[in-house]
């Protein structure tokens, strides 16, 4: 089955310390992207890879950190969390020719940090 | 970066009605894509429409957009109650190495 998958889905977490979200998908899209979503604010890119060893800030990239080693593995690293980094995460992945196409979401990790 | 824009931010319907959101937006683009959020889940794409299309269908979805206005519909026909969700817009720019841009949602609530 062609999916997104993420994990942890839930993680309580204390400032400090350090955390990674996996994130991986089996459908060997070029492009992966993580964002954050908070109530009124709606989804606000952290940091997108549009290919292996190839990443770029988004709109809020920081403290965060992000590898793209493998193509269909994509971690968010938080080194030191913050509680204003309490939030909802998505994944997400696609193709990309000339333009950007159906991006492919992940189920969600909800990030708590106290 | 340049938002699409949702509007509105909450709509109220019942069940059997047409509900209709719009989204707005800044920059020249290359295609427009709509996704369906139900509560803290992940996205689910709907319907892309290309910068050179006026309409697209895809069953009880309808989009429009108006390159000169910058702006897109969607309407939803004869509304289910399993259709409320949040729905989002989302915009691929023509300028430069941008990423795709979501804007913040539209809350559909249908009431059966």
């Known amino acids: 089955e062609a999916q997104v998958t993420q994990n942890p889905r839930y993680l309580i977490t204390v400032t400090g310390k350090k955390l990674t979200v996996t994130c991986s998908q089996n459908m060997n899209h070029e492009y992966m992207s993580w964002y954050r979503q908070d109530p009124g604010l709606g989804l606000r890119q952290i940091y997108y890879?549009?290919?292996?060893?190839?990443?770029d800030k988004g709109d809020v990239p920081e403290g965060y950190k992000v590898s793209r080693k493998e193509k269909r593995n994509f971690p968010l690293i938080l080194e030191s969390p913050s509680p204003n980094q309490t939030s909802l995460y998505f994944c997400?992945?696609?193709?990309?020719?000339?333009?950007?196409?159906?991006?492919?979401f992940g189920p969600g990790t909800r990030l708590t940090v106290l | 970066s340049q938002q699409g824009e949702e509007d509105p931010q909450a709509l109220s319907i019942q069940e059997g009605e047409n509900a209709t959101m719009n989204c707005s937006y800044k920059t020249s683009i290359n295609n427009l894509q709509w996704y369906r959020q139900n509560s803290g889940r992940g996205l689910v794409h709907l319907i892309l429409i290309r910068s050179n299309e006026r309409e697209k269908h895809s069953g009880r979805l309808r989009v429009t957009l108006d390159t000169s206005k910058k702006s897109s519909s969607l309407l939803i026909t004869a509304s289910r109650a399993a259709d409320t969700a949040s729905y989002f817009c989302a915009t691929d720019a023509t300028s430069g190495n941008t990423p795709l841009v979501f804007g913040k949602g539209t809350r559909l609530s249908v009431i059966a």
């Open positions: 890879s549009m290919n292996v060893e190839v990443t």
């Open positions: 997400a992945s696609s193709f990309v020719g000339r333009t950007y196409n159906e991006q492919f």
